[in-house]
């Protein structure tokens, strides 16, 4: 065999994990887009389907796997080369953790469309948005190693996290005004959390690209603006009564 023939089948075996990463991450960014609407719509079915799906991205992971595996054994790479392969194992695994961030929000929603609506569930599609907005910018980022648009998707986390705290504040003062609310507010504040936890697997990969294409990982500390440990919110019977601080 040539070397010629050995450098080519060596860089479409390269283009083929990057092409399978893609296509997992694809799917699992189409799963939280599905997982924000059954939420909204209150559909039982579209959750179902997410729910269903969250199997294929599992498979993604596993084959993804069995090909850097194979990979590192055959080929044994070094540089550039050795750090992308290294970088489709931990893409996956950040993949498949916001593959099955999705399939929670989907779980949550089932029993919350059985549940008189509440105010704070207008707050959630906001958050899927933006989630849906990074997750896309960081998957995009990795088909170009656009090391830049990684690094810009990552800093969007503190916004996800400044919502989230406000969200987190809302959804206990919706508790707290009547007892009625904790059931679908409970799912909400998971689904939330879900929403946030996905943002940072997102992240994972902004620095993982940052290392494949620059050589080093991020030293800086991780942008992170999630107070929702330090919320406290006062019950509306512990409130003053207005005119009281006059």
Not at 141 to 148: F, I, K, L, M, Q
Not at 177 to 203: M, Q, S, V, W, Y
Not at 212 to 233: E, Q
Request: charged letters at 25%; proline letters at 5%; one cysteine or more.
């Amino acid at each position: 065999m040539s070397n010629e023939h050995i450098v080519r089948s060596y860089s479409l075996e390269l283009e083929r994990l990057r092409t399978l990463v893609s296509q997992m991450g694809g799917l699992a960014e189409a799963q939280v887009e599905a997982a924000v609407s059954a939420v909204f719509r209150r559909d039982v079915e579209q959750a179902n389907q997410v729910i269903g799906a969250d199997q294929r991205v599992d498979g993604y992971e596993r084959e993804i796997d069995a090909e850097a595996i194979r990979l590192l054994a055959l080929r044994q790479p070094m540089g550039l080369d050795l750090r992308e392969i290294i970088a489709a194992l931990k893409i996956a695994t950040d993949i498949e953790r916001i593959g099955d961030y999705a399939a929670n929000i989907a779980k949550r929603s089932i029993p919350l469309s059985q549940l008189p609506p509440v105010r704070p569930a207008q707050s959630v599609p906001r958050m899927g948005r933006l989630v849906q907005q990074i997750v896309k910018e960081v998957l995009d980022s990795y088909t170009a190693w656009d090391v830049t648009k990684a690094i810009a998707a990552r800093a969007r986390d503190n916004e996800l996290d400044d919502l989230y705290t406000s969200l987190f504040r809302e959804l206990l003062t919706h508790m707290m005004e009547d007892p009625r609310n904790i059931t679908p507010c409970t799912h909400l504040l998971f689904i939330a959390k879900n929403l946030e936890r996905i943002g940072d697997h997102a992240t994972n990969i902004a620095e993982t690209i940052h290392y494949v294409v620059v050589g080093t990982p991020i030293t800086d500390a991780r942008p992170k603006n999630d107070d929702s440990n330090f919320a406290v919110v006062t019950p509306p019977s512990e409130q003053p009564a207005s005119g009281d601080n006059k």
